[in-house]
């Protein structure tokens, strides 16, 4: 791990440059261009709040706040572990002609997608003051769970990425199980809607995002710290993860430039 | 201590792939539900692919050193290897020096960004810093010939605008060791000027290249050293002329026993090529004649410079023979760029006498005749029972803006038929490509 993360420090100048021509490249040509980085999670929204204000309706004050501060760190996530599973497999160009840590590509698009949400939080702080929301000292912990969804993204994505070099099913499974996890993590529904206390803690302990996505809500939507013992514990699971992946990644990088 | 090492050492080096990975077959569910319900019969080892078997090269710094070899028989496979892009299956690599690799020009290059942009991101995924590629910037542009077209996205270049920006880009990068598969004929005849060039400002620098090429001439003119990859092994490293004659002939050889050019990572044995023992003396066999030097000189010395039509070329041949030789024979062979014999003659056909048992041959060309290119100078002393080759390469240089082969001697007349223009004489108009040759 301490390898992966070191040839990782040491080409940072192109990790750096490949994430800039992510992001530029995203909405190259298209006549809004950057725009696009919060109209996209706008229109999102706008579909799920019509969907639960006016077709299903929840009462759940300000819910296109409430949602939105999910949304966006979800889409984080998805688009990560989406794009993430092909990134090796879909850069024969690159690993077959340059010699470089096949990390960079993969993390390149973690941080290029951590970039959009940084983005559009701004966006979703002007939605939360604009229903009377303002962001209060609680969020002085953010970084703090920024840093443990990057951890576990990134740890996720390097097994994906590794794995779908020779497994190729695997990004097409990863695509439909992301729709079943967003159902699953109390993104649209705040978590207390589930009544059952051990359904509740059965998910927490199966998914991740339920710890990261209640963490959101607590800091930016409830106005509270979150809450201290999930966070810590996905934190331990996220730097294993991450260690884990490193071995799987390390064992394997020998084979991405023959089998791509 | 680092300078006096060698650049790259080789060791044993082999290198397997699994079929699957050659036959662009990948490990689908489908794929491995079909294989179980067979029963497995495939087992992991049979499906394995050698490439190479076992390479031992030693590239020392500094030097150039030409990679020749059929298609398939490695010589890719060896220079992933040096680059680090591919792990050896066993045996061991030692690499001295910072790599360059131009294996695919153009790498990571993004067709919706202008070249400004292309420059930056290829620069550092071919391993400069940024700081590096801008300062460079300038020079690299310079040296592709794009002008203005730089900020337009790629996407709108021809293919020979992209080419040359991909190997501007390239040959920037400053390294100790420059490894290049097959990319020197970049663009037009000016571009591939400058392209040599470089290389050769490379050479000067004392950097260590590494070339593979399909272009035999190119080794014998540029290269130090030629190392021939055949059937996974290094079949022979020695003097460029050398390695390339008998490679030809092996070639040759393998045409017309009509062996089955199939590739040979695929075949038993690694598909060498067959063996030319018959075809080329060995020096310890000791043939009757032997060519202890031959020189090409002009008036203006040797022809390490580019050459002009017009030079007049004395080709020496130095032998020493056992005995009476009056069956000894001179044969020179002048070939182009591709092998192809552009003229051929030989002593006894055109001046038979009695030879000394040793001396010195000289063959005069009045006037060399050819136009720009390369070509090979190849003087064969054939006796009964052996014969000896020797070769040199040598470039013609362009003065003029012809076209074709070579340069008879003319001269343009112009005439007049009006008779009522004052002069009726014809009118000599062509000092300039002098006729007669002696210039």
């Keep these: 791990m301490i390898r992966l993360v070191r040839e990782l420090y040491q080409y940072r100048g192109l990790l750096l440059s490949l994430v800039q021509r992510e992001l530029k490249a995203r909405y190259r040509g298209s006549f809004l261009g950057f725009l696009w980085t919060f109209l996209n999670p706008t229109l999102h929204m706008l579909v799920y709040v019509l969907l639960f204000t006016v077709v299903m309706r929840q009462n759940i004050p300000n819910y296109p706040f409430f949602m939105f501060v999910g949304l966006l760190p979800w889409i984080w996530f998805s688009t990560s572990i989406g794009g993430g599973a092909s990134a090796i497999s879909d850069r024969r160009d690159l690993l077959t002609k340059v010699r470089f840590p096949a990390q960079v590509l993969p993390t390149t698009v973690v941080v290029t997608n951590l970039c959009n949400f940084v983005f559009s939080l701004p966006l979703m702080l002007g939605l939360g003051i604009a229903y009377g929301q303002w962001p209060t000292w609680h969020v002085v912990l953010f970084p703090a769970v920024l840093l443990v969804q990057l951890i576990f993204t990134l740890a996720l994505t390097y097994i994906l990425a590794a794995i779908n070099v020779t497994f190729r099913d695997l990004q097409h499974i990863v695509g439909n199980l992301i729709t079943l996890w967003f159902f699953a993590s109390p993104v649209l529904y705040p978590f207390s809607t589930i009544q059952d206390e051990n359904i509740r803690t059965l998910m927490t302990a199966l998914n991740p995002m339920v710890t990261l996505m209640t963490s959101y809500q607590a800091m930016f939507y409830e106005h509270r710290l979150p809450e201290a013992g999930p966070l810590l514990v996905l934190a331990a699971v996220s730097v294993a993860l991450l260690y884990g992946a490193s071995s799987i990644f390390e064992s394997r990088r020998e084979e991405f430039a023959e089998s791509i | ?439």
């Design chain 2, 1 to 439: 201590m680092q300078e006096s090492k060698d650049a790259i050492i080789l060791k044993d080096v082999v290198k397997s792939f699994r079929k699957r990975t050659i036959r662009g077959e990948y490990t689908t569910f489908k794929s491995e539900l079909v294989r179980w319900l067979r029963g497995q019969r495939q087992s992991r080892d049979a499906s394995l692919i050698t490439a190479l078997r076992g390479i031992d090269l030693t590239i020392p710094r500094g030097k150039t050193v030409g990679i020749i070899g059929r298609n398939g028989s490695g010589k890719s496979t060896l220079l992933k290897l040096i680059t680090g892009i591919y792990t050896p299956t066993s045996g061991t690599l030692e690499i001295n020096g910072r790599i360059s690799a131009l294996l695919d020009l153009g790498a990571g290059f993004h067709p919706d960004f202008s070249g400004r942009e292309n420059i930056l991101i290829n620069g550092i995924i071919l391993g400069m810093t940024r700081a590096e590629v801008r300062a460079r910037m300038d020079e690299i542009i310079a040296f592709s010939e794009l002008g203005e077209f730089i900020d337009e996205p790629v996407r709108t270049y021809s293919s020979g605008m992209y080419m040359r920006l991909a190997f501007a880009v390239a040959t920037h990068v400053d390294p100790d060791i420059l490894i290049i598969d097959e990319i020197l004929a970049v663009g037009d005849e000016h571009f591939s000027k400058k392209s040599l060039a470089k290389m050769t400002e490379f050479k000067r620098q004392g950097k260590t290249i590494v070339l593979v090429t399909h272009d035999l001439s190119t080794v014998e003119r540029w290269c130090d050293l030629a190392a021939w990859i055949d059937g996974g092994y290094v079949r022979r490293v020695g003097k460029p002329s050398e390695i390339t004659t008998e490679y030809r002939q092996a070639i040759s050889l393998a045409e017309a026993q009509s062996a089955a050019f199939t590739p040979p990572a695929l075949t038993e044995g690694g598909g060498a090529l067959p063996e030319v023992h018959a075809a080329v003396p060995e020096v310890e066999a000791a043939p009757p004649v032997r060519l202890t030097g031959l020189h090409l000189s002009t008036s203006e010395g040797g022809v390490e410079r580019e050459l002009s039509p017009e030079d007049r070329m004395e080709v020496l041949v130095d032998f020493t023979s056992e005995g009476t030789c009056e069956d000894v024979e001179f044969v020179v062979a002048l070939k182009g760029a591709d092998g192809q014999l552009l003229y051929g003659t030989s002593l006894r056909v055109e001046e038979p006498r009695q030879l000394p048992s040793s001396g010195r041959v000289r063959l005069v060309l009045e006037r060399l005749s050819l136009l720009a290119g390369a070509y090979t100078l190849q003087v064969t002393a054939r006796a009964a029972g052996g014969s000896a080759t020797e070769s040199r390469a040598f470039q013609v240089g362009a003065t003029e803006p012809e076209q074709g082969v070579f340069r008879p001697a003319h001269r343009w007349v112009v005439e007049s038929s009006s008779p009522s223009v004052a002069s009726s004489q014809p009118t000599d108009v062509s000092p300039r490509l002098a006729g007669g040759g002696h210039r």
